[in-house]
């Protein structure tokens, strides 16, 4: 049995608390969280949380880290990623085994992290990190639904059989047919499990439904795909795929950049809203788009908030605690205290993992410390030092 104090311990509930004492018993197993200081505790200066949550990452672009320019907008990112991706010459088993090994090092315990392909199923096996593989598919050519949709099923298959944690979800409004979406839905509506989609992270996606116009449009039709079928909705891009939503599935909508208060109106209004978790990925905002979403608008209407990493491909680090920093810089009126909830504890709770992502009796988060932190900061000095 191990205990440990410092100068702040997150509860279960989302408190900083001062004078409390973390109690572990050998298999790492949390005991209890006490009120009071005893000398034989371990001290650790700065802040004892569980460990973070990165609900949303790509572990398979982790060899494109300073491959992409940034500040080119959503259409330019995916051009100089389509670029990067037909000349890659990089190891990208040793980047992704470097990438997994820096996210436990820097306190992640968990990760959702969307696939592609198999590549990162070998070291998910045996990792250290709890991972859930989001079997990402598209395509914006109805006739190609049914085959992309098979060959994702193959995929799911095979991530279930290689580490268990899986789900098939679409890549995001814009890269996916109706045709898709319907395959997509009607799977889970059969096997309801957890649904993720890149949402709103440029304004160019909300033009391209609303009016049938914009740089993603435009982008589609200059590399010759045919987008004739494709008609305006007059409504944005949340609002109009909304009905491919599974019934009784949890949504978890990734980037968030130009969602603003109708969009969580419309989320309330349509009985979505309790179902919906929000990822923000952060610094891959400011990578792409040079613009962040509206996290204190998003705080105020209370929508369950997670935190994401993106991959190297639009990031310098995944480290959950560069993008809360990132927030904090941005919004100072929001606590530390929720910061560290959305990094811990509401991730969990979409993953439905009970075990990870606080204090409680019986459970097995991780511990970390994040020095040079206090109860109203986390600064550029700040880090991540894992205890356990």
Known sequence: MRKFSADFILSPDGRLLRDHTLVVGDDHQILDLLASNFEDAEFQSGILSPGFVNTHCHLELSHFKNKIS???????????????R?????????????????????????VGDIC??????AIKNKSKIRYHSFIEIFSMQ????EKTFSDGISLLKKAIASHQNASLIPHAPYSSSSKLFELIKTYHQQKPSLWSIHNQESESENEMFVHRSGKLLNMFT?????????????ANS????????????????????FTNVSDIKFLKENNFFDRVWLSLCSKAN????????????????????????DSLASNNTLSVLDELIEIQNAF?????????????????????????????????????????????????????????
């Open 286 to 309: 400011l990578f792409i788009e040079g613009q962040l979403p509206d996290v204190a608008m998003l705080q105020e209407q209370n929508c369950r908030i997670t935190i994401g990493t």
């Open 86 to 110: 037909k000349s890659e010459d990089s190891d990208s088993m040793s980047a992704i085994e470097e990438a997994n090994k820096l996210m436990w090092e820097k306190g992640i315990q968990a």
């Open 142 to 145: 109805k006739e190609e639904a």
């Open 238 to 257: 949340l609002q109009t795929i909304s009905k491919y939503f599974p019934l009784k599935s949890k949504i978890l909508l990734v980037h968030n950049t």
């Open 332 to 388: 100072p009126d929001i606590s530390v205290e929720s910061l560290l909830t959305f990094a811990t504890k509401n991730g969990a709770e979409y993953f439905g993992w009970n075990d990870l992502g606080s204090f409680t009796r019986n459970t097995k988060p991780g511990i970390i410390n994040i020095i040079n932190s206090s109860n109203k900061n986390l600064g550029k000095n700040s880090q991540v030092i894992r205890i356990i």
């Open 116 to 121: 592609n392909n198999d590549s990162t199923f």
């Open 70 to 84: 940034s500040n080119t907008g959503l259409d330019g990112f995916i051009n100089e990623f389509v670029r990067a």
């Open 222 to 234: 200059q590399k010759g795909i045919d987008m004739s079928w494709f008609s305006s909705t007059g």
